[in-house]
């Protein structure tokens, strides 16, 4: 879920609670908050926490809250892990720790001690493109053996290790969901194993993409591909620039502002909402 500021840029509670409830009644099983599109780098702890919490309150509780609590420090991400829980969260999102590059037994083990120091179950978050280190296949295998470890987010450019995973995971079945982290990948995933995606354009297709996902997994695999192919424009469209930049502009498009970004990230050029308005009305959701 994005963050949405008011005009200084502060957070804004109350229209957070209500883009919560929008998302959820649009198709959205459940909730990352404070996550790369929720701008989590800029958020101060203390904003983090009330979001958890105002949030958490905020939805039924069908509607899971995942936190976003992974940082490069292990002492921090527990710390805000364990404020977390305090807050309400359903679960944790880890990302690998950036900066640092860690090895993989380092990643092993920093993952290990957030996951017992924390009765929440916890997602990992694989993204080198961000963090400038890979979760392996093998690492991913060892840590689905700790109980709370259930599941990752996989945003890679090469979808090998996605099979690969799947692969090691055969003979554990519900050991570690798999799910995809970039919306473009979300069938290629399902079709080796993985459940679902962890979403930005369900800001703005969340029904469509909930369509595709029942369709895949009713056996309706051409009609999954031709929504898959109806979206995939709006969607490629939206990472053209850095991420959650573009998500937060349509959905002022589409007649909910959530407000701007928080520098180092700088709003969308006119050049870049111009290309986007087509692909919304596209869809018809101008």
Known sequence: MVT?????LDLDYHRAKELAVRLIEQGNDSLVISGTTGES????KDEKKALFRGIRETLPASAKVIAGTGSNDTRATIELSKAAADCGA??????S?????????MQRRHFLEVAEATTLPIMLYNIPGRTAVEIFPETLAKLAEHPRIVAVKQSLPDLDPVSDLAARLADKPGSMF???GDDSHTLSIMSTGGCGVVSVAGHLVGPQMRAMIEAFESGQVQEACRIHLQIFPLIKGIFSTTNP?????????VGFPVGGVRPPLYSASEAEEAALRPLLAGLGLL
Request: hydrophobic letters at 35%; a negative charge; glycine letters at 6%.
């Open 4 to 8: 949405p500021f008011d005009d200084k």
């Open 41 to 44: 780098p800029t958020l101060t």
């Open 90 to 95: 359903d679960g944790l999102l880890l990302v």
């Open 97 to 105: 720790p950036y900066y640092n590059k860690p090895t993989q037994d």
């Open 178 to 180: 798999i799910y995809s």
């Open 245 to 253: 930049v573009l998500v937060k502009a349509g959905l002022q498009m």
